[in-house]
């Protein structure tokens, strides 16, 4: 029986866009070929499976689920197609994912987890989103009513780095920005669209943006690169709205702006040799780069060394796509391998802004005994500029 592919159907001139030149067929920077090691665990072969599905050569099966969600989402692919079909491979694996999703064969358990979770509490981790804000941030700083902007801490930011919280509200507050805390926004409906449940990320989206134009905010401010992206991205497209009704800013693009302004100044020396880790969603995806490296060389003391694979060649964290909730096994080892790159600096220090590529390379740091620190960018920048 043919089966009606709503999500596909709709790619399918860009899908025959690829000549199959290959260029996304790299192990060095495919953290999805690197595991799988055939040319389906890339964006390639995973295109000509959606062709042979849009031509009913192939059915979707527990098989063709799996290969979908070992990818990392992270955008390599996608850099490695600018220069030949230019095809929006990670639009694509959104939506290949809600197809699959939407035909109702077996998907990862996690998948289902996550949705209950965020149905539930408005969150990945089950946790209320109020009661996150309660517990993870203390009220003397949830900011001034009617600040213009927002703090948009991210779910993943709020449950796992409270202290990145903290360290964020006093830097906002030090640099003089008028800022609130909303505890009624929900998740930014990310993990959901990765999932498949293109649906229920749009809901959390339009309930969102709608109590965002309501509370008449100039500008949204996020921790978390994967949050920065989606509202700014993401939104427009999932809401079908030329843009939207206020700014999003990353919170490094902040820092650097207050520096370059005076509003922020260091005070403390930080001897450090650190290397960068370019976040896929804030980096390939979010085309931030340069704001994160002229903060840390701005650091009084610090010296900043880059690794082979960063900005654009950069290698995912090993969290991306859900890819840690549906295999940590994976997720480890494509950390391991990143862990690999800081080593090679001789650096121990890596600084990253995104809580998780902290959390995941963290863990792997732990978990095969690598001698290597995880500071994230905001918490080093706190540092330096207290007396």
């Known amino acids: 029986m043919k089966r009606e592919l709503k999500f596909l159907k709709v790619l399918e001139r860009e899908l025959w866009k690829c000549g199959r030149c290959a260029y996304c067929v790299d192990d060095t920077i495919c953290p999805s070929y690197i595991l799988i090691k055939f040319e389906s665990g890339t964006a390639k072969g995973r295109i000509l499976i959606a062709r042979a599905l849009l031509q009913s050569r192939i059915d979707i099966s527990e098989d063709l689920a799996r290969n979908v969600f070992t990818c990392f989402l992270c955008g390599a692919c ?20 809600a197809e699959i999703v939407r035909s109702g064969v077996r998907i990862p358990e996690y998948l289902e987890y996550l949705r209950s979770n965020i149905l539930r509490s408005k969150t990945p981790y089950g ?36 202290r990145v919280v903290e360290s964020t509200i006093r830097i906002l507050s030090e640099a003089g920005i008028s800022f609130r805390i909303m505890p009624d926004l929900w998740c930014c409906g990310l993990p959901l669209v990765q999932a498949g449940y293109v649906d229920l990320a749009r809901t959390l989206a339009r309930e969102n943006l709608e109590r965002l134009e309501k509370a008449g905010v100039d500008t949204v401010i996020t921790s978390c690169p994967a949050c920065y992206r989606f509202f700014l991205q993401e939104y427009p497209h999932l809401l079908r709205i030329r843009r939207l009704p206020f700014r999003v800013l990353h919170i490094t693009q902040v820092i650097h702006k207050a520096l370059k302004d005076g509003r922020l100044k260091f005070v403390r020396e930080l001897k450090l040799t650190v290397t960068y880790h370019d976040p896929c969603e804030l980096g390939r995806l979010g085309g931030i780069f340069d704001e994160p490296r002229e903060i840390l060389r701005s650091i009084p003391g610090l010296k900043l060394v880059e690794m082979e694979r960063s900005r654009e060649e950069s290698l995912c964290c090993g969290g991306g796509g859900l890819v840690r909730g549906i295999s940590m096994e994976a997720s480890l080892a494509i950390a391991k391998e990143r862990l690999g790159d800081v080593t090679a600096t001789g650096c121990r220090d890596i600084v990253t802004c995104c809580p998780t590529c902290e959390w995941v390379l963290g863990l792997a740091a732990k978990k095969f005994n690598i001698g290597v620190n995880v500071m994230d960018l905001v918490e080093l920048v706190h540092r330096a500029l207290a007396p």
């Open 78 to 97: 996608k850099v490695r197609c600018s220069t030949a079909a230019k095809i929006d491979t990670v639009r694509f694996l959104q939506a290949f994912r």
């Open 127 to 162: 946790v209320d989103i109020r009661t996150l804000y309660e517990e993870r941030i203390p009220k003397a700083l949830r900011g001034a009513e009617g600040g213009e902007a927002v703090y948009y801490p991210g779910c993943t930011t709020l449950y796992r780095f409270p």
